[in-house]
Structures are given as structure tokens and as C-alpha cells.
């Protein structure tokens, strides 16, 4: 089995240069792909200077989901796994990558982080959704059969977050299966900052719903899910301005943004279901543009 790895970055130069450390370690055989987006911190630079990156494709959009659809559209291995930016592979990695592809389509892993006060891991996680059993995978580490990625036209470039998702989603609905296994783990080292950052709550409704509406259509489930979200997110909000820590102004704008987002979101993935009625649900996927890519050094 030949084996591609996309590695989408921007503006990560330090954590890329770790990740692609590991990887020449682990899988020294794979096709390495870097996919940068607009980066302004010498990322092209210290990618050209190594000689373990087959292509470095320079993407001008800052959506992950483009730059993973542009590196599918450069990999050329029977499988193809997607690794994040600050992750690191471990040992035993791509072994695990070989036996899941062989017998599941898509297989992911765990993410170790190291906290102050331990390790911390992850566990398979799946959800039933209209009578579909769908697989959540971890979108820095997973790898698919290309076959697999190929029917469902990569990934829908509409959706800014939760694009991994949508494709379990779609996954699911063609009965396709995504493997678990812990010995696939990439590790993380603790950010300073937690890595804590800001929750677009305007995005992560209008993914929600696009997603939901895309793949399920116009169901009570779809509006179960989306109100039962919409709760308890709004609860726990609620318990902060409580407790003093958010001011109610916030709270209420909060709520706008996400009833906003369910809106748009509601709207567009309905016109995005008519649009694609067959089963890759992905009227916005790989093959609706050829100009990703902005340049491409090809060493292969």
C-alpha cells in the first residue's frame, strides 16, 4: 500500500517543522504533501530547505478544508492520512495506519496532550442521528482508502469549521465504516495558553445546522439536535453571567449569533441538499474548481 500524508499549515512554522520531524522518523517511505496557506512567518522557506517534503502546494485561502482538498488533489497513495500541524506521530503509527485502511475505509486515533498535571487522551466517539450510525474521527489524524475520499469529493469547502464532521456524516451514509485505533496516536506538547481560543458562535450554528440539514434534511431529529445544542450551550452561558464572569450584553449577543447562524446555516445546507441529491452530498467539494493551488514545487 502506498501511503500519502497531507500536512495542512499556516502560520505554524515551529509545530510543521516538529510534525514533519516525526513523520521522516515514522513513515520515511510515505508521500509527504505540506499544504500552506498564506503563511507570513518563513513557512515556504524552511519547507523547501528539507528534503523529506515531496510537494508543497501554496494555497491563497485560509480554509483548512481547501488546503486538505488541495492536498488530495496532489497525493497520489492508495491511502491518505491527514495529520495537523502541531501534532507528532508515534511510534507505531503507521503500521496502525496500514492495518486500519485495510480494514475499514477511513481510520483514526487518539491525541496525547501533555498537561501541568498529566497526560490526557481521547476515545471513539459515536452518535446515532435518524437511525445512521455515524463515526466522529479526529481531523488531525485520520487516514482514508482513496477510493473512499475520492466518492465523496473530498471535503465541503462551504463549512469554515467542522468540516471532518460533515464527512463522517457522508461516510456514514454510504455505510462506510471508520476504524479506531489507539495505537494510532500523535501527541501534542501543552501551549502556554492553554490553547484556549474564542468560540465563533455564529460559525459553529451555521456548521451545525448546514451539516444537519445537507446530509439529514428537514426531520424532527435535525430540529432536536439543534435546539437541544442550542440549550445547553445557552445554559452554561447563563451560569457565567450568574456567577458574574460574563456580562449579560455578552450573553445576549451570544444568542443572536447563534440564531443567526442556524438560520444561514438551515438555509444554505438546504439549497446545498437540492444542489447534490446523490450520495456524496457535496455540491461544494473537490472537483468544483482547478485553482487552489497558487504554486506548486514538486520534487517527485
Same mark, same amino acid.
Given at each position: 500500500?502506498?501511503?500519502?500524508?497531507?500536512?495542512?499549515?499556516?502560520?505554524?512554522?515551529?509545530?510543521?517543522?516538529?510534525?514533519?520531524?516525526?513523520?521522516?522518523?515514522?513513515?520515511?517511505?510515505?508521500?509527504?504533501?505540506?499544504?500552506?496557506?498564506?503563511?507570513?512567518?518563513?513557512?515556504?522557506?524552511?519547507?523547501?530547505?528539507?528534503?523529506?517534503?515531496?510537494?508543497?502546494?501554496?494555497?491563497?485561502? =485560509?480554509? &483548512?478544508?481547501?488546503?486538505?482538498? #488541495?492536498?488530495?488533489?496532489?497525493?497520489?497513495? @492508495? !491511502?491518505?492520512?491527514? %495529520? *495537523?500541524?502541531?501534532?507528532?506521530?508515534?511510534?507505531?503509527?503507521?503500521?496502525?495506519?496500514?492495518?486500519?485502511?485495510?480494514?475499514?475505509?477511513?481510520?483514526?486515533?487518539?491525541?496525547?496532550?501533555?498537561?501541568?498535571?498529566?497526560?490526557?487522551?481521547?476515545?471513539?466517539?459515536?452518535?446515532?442521528?435518524?437511525?445512521?450510525?455515524?463515526?466522529?474521527?479526529?481531523?488531525?489524524?485520520?487516514?482514508?482508502?482513496?477510493?473512499?475520499?475520492?466518492?465523496?469529493?473530498?471535503?465541503?469547502?462551504?463549512?469554515?469549521?467542522?468540516?471532518? =464532521?460533515? &464527512?463522517?456524516?457522508?461516510?456514514? #451514509?454510504?455505510?462506510?465504516?471508520?476504524?479506531? @485505533? !489507539?495505537?494510532?496516536? %500523535? *501527541?501534542?506538547?501543552?501551549?502556554?495558553?492553554?490553547?484556549?481560543?474564542?468560540?465563533?458562535?455564529?460559525?459553529?450554528?451555521?456548521?451545525?445546522?448546514?451539516?444537519?440539514?445537507?446530509?439529514?434534511?428537514?426531520?424532527?431529529?435535525?430540529?432536536?439536535?439543534?435546539?437541544?445544542?442550542?440549550?445547553?450551550?445557552?445554559?452554561?452561558?447563563?451560569?457565567?453571567?450568574?456567577?458574574?464572569?460574563?456580562?449579560?450584553?455578552?450573553?445576549?449577543?451570544?444568542?443572536?449569533?447563534?440564531?443567526?447562524?442556524?438560520?444561514?446555516?438551515?438555509?444554505?445546507?438546504?439549497?446545498?441538499?437540492?444542489?447534490?441529491?446523490?450520495?456524496?452530498?457535496?455540491?461544494?467539494?473537490?472537483?468544483?474548481?482547478?485553482?487552489?493551488?497558487?504554486?506548486?514545487?514538486?520534487?517527485?
Amino acid at each position: 500500500m502506498e501511503l500519502s500524508v497531507v500536512v495542512p499549515t499556516l502560520n505554524g512554522r515551529e509545530e510543521l517543522a516538529g510534525s514533519l520531524d516525526a513523520l521522516a522518523e515514522e513513515v520515511p517511505d510515505a508521500e509527504t504533501i505540506v499544504v500552506n496557506g498564506p503563511s507570513a512567518d518563513g513557512t515556504t522557506g524552511m519547507v523547501r530547505d528539507r528534503d523529506d517534503v515531496d510537494v508543497l502546494v501554496e494555497v491563497a485561502d =485560509r480554509s &483548512v478544508n481547501v488546503a486538505r482538498n #488541495a492536498g488530495l488533489d496532489r497525493a497520489t497513495g @492508495d !491511502a491518505v492520512a491527514i %495529520v *495537523s500541524q502541531g501534532l507528532s506521530v508515534e511510534s507505531g503509527w503507521a503500521e496502525a495506519v496500514r492495518s486500519g485502511v485495510d480494514s475499514s475505509v477511513a481510520v483514526t486515533g487518539p491525541t496525547h496532550e501533555q498537561l501541568v498535571a498529566g497526560m490526557t487522551t481521547e476515545s471513539k466517539e459515536t452518535r446515532t442521528i435518524a437511525g445512521r450510525d455515524v463515526t466522529y474521527f479526529n481531523p488531525g489524524n485520520v487516514a482514508f482508502r482513496r477510493t473512499a475520499i475520492d466518492a465523496l469529493d473530498g471535503f465541503d469547502e462551504y463549512l469554515q469549521i467542522g468540516g471532518s =464532521r460533515d &464527512v463522517a456524516h457522508r461516510l456514514a #451514509a454510504r455505510g462506510y465504516t471508520v476504524g479506531w @485505533d !489507539a495505537e494510532m496516536c %500523535v *501527541s501534542r506538547e501543552f501551549e502556554a495558553d492553554g490553547g484556549i481560543r474564542e468560540t465563533d458562535w455564529n460559525w459553529k450554528y451555521r456548521s451545525l445546522a448546514y451539516r444537519l440539514l445537507k446530509n439529514y434534511g428537514v426531520r424532527p431529529t435535525v430540529a432536536r439536535r439543534m435546539l437541544s445544542h442550542a440549550g445547553i450551550d445557552a445554559a452554561e452561558a447563563l451560569k457565567d453571567v450568574a456567577r458574574g464572569e460574563t456580562p449579560p450584553s455578552k450573553w445576549l449577543g451570544t444568542g443572536r449569533d447563534v440564531l443567526r447562524g442556524l438560520g444561514l446555516g438551515s438555509k444554505d445546507g438546504l439549497v446545498a441538499r437540492y444542489r447534490d441529491r446523490s450520495d456524496a452530498r457535496n455540491p461544494n467539494g473537490r472537483s468544483i474548481r482547478a485553482d487552489r493551488a497558487v504554486t506548486v514545487y514538486d520534487r517527485r
